[in-house]
Nanobody
Framework: QVQLVESGGGLVQPGGSLRLSCAAS????????MAWYRQAPGKQREMVAI???????DYADSVKGRFTISRDNAKNTVYLQMNSLKPEDTAVYYC????????WGQGTQVTVSP
């Protein structure tokens, strides 16, 4: 059973930065897709950033130019670098991976507030 464990969330002021990590219990090389989603209170879960096996990335329009998804295959970890954070980025951020099955992490809270 694959496990995804997120870390790196916290409280940050507007304009600040955070880096989220998603550590997988096994190799991430067999995942076709890894992604970050987020869910704010009262809102649906939305895709933030996606990275496929070939290295192609895509981002939600709201985070383009501010967030970067990357991976370290040796560490079995996917990252989300978040810069120029805004209050509307406040949400629980989830790691997601797809192989033959889909996997979700437990989420990490990001709060952007003065």
């Amino acid at each position: 059973q694959v496990q995804l464990v997120e870390s790196g969330g916290g409280l940050v002021q507007p304009g600040g930065s955070l880096r989220l990590s998603c550590a997988a219990s096994g190799s991430i090389l067999h995942f076709n897709v890894m992604a970050w989603y987020r869910q704010a209170p009262g809102k649906q879960r939305e895709m933030v950033a996606i990275l496929n096996r070939g290295g192609a990335t895509d981002y939600a329009d709201s985070v383009k130019g501010r967030f970067t998804i990357s991976r370290d295959n040796a560490k079995n970890t996917v990252y989300l670098q978040m810069n120029s954070l805004k209050p509307e980025d406040t949400a629980v951020y989830y790691c997601y991976a797809v192989a033959s099955l889909q996997y979700w992490g437990q989420g990490t809270q990001v709060t952007v507030s003065p």
